[in-house]
Nanobody
């Protein structure tokens, strides 16, 4: 059974930092793309970042470019999202997802999802 489990969310003041983790199990994730998405109440799921299986290539939403960094440790089946200079508009539930065929920012193409972790940024 494939599972993705996010952790690291919480409440932080604007300008602060958080690092999210997503641990995979039940399958080898070293050969898949891993993405982060977020969803605020009343909005659609929004692409945040994606990283290639090797970790050498990554892509970000314009809204987080320069503030967020996606990385991965294939030996640990884990992907990370380091979030700096957080803003109140970053408040959302953050989800990680695994994709073996590269869907990029299209959340509908991802194969497996975690349950999400809440990030709240206060002003």
């Amino acid at each position: 059974q494939v599972q993705l489990v996010e952790s690291g969310g919480g409440l932080v003041q604007a300008g602060g930092s958080l690092r999210l983790s997503c641990a995979g199990s039940g399958r080898t994730f070293g050969n898949c793309y891993m993405g982060w998405f977020r969803q605020a109440p009343g909005t659609e799921r929004e692409f945040v970042a994606v990283i290639s299986w090797s970790g050498n290539d990554s892509r970000y939403a314009e809204s987080v470019k320069g503030r967020f960094t996606i990385s991965r440790d294939n030996a640990k089946n884990t992907v990370y999202l380091a979030m700096n200079s957080l803003k109140p508009e970053d408040t959302a539930v953050y989800y990680c997802a695994a994709d073996w065929d590269y869907s990029g920012s299209n959340f509908q193409g991802y194969d497996y999802w975690g349950q999400g972790t809440q990030v709240t940024v206060s002003s």
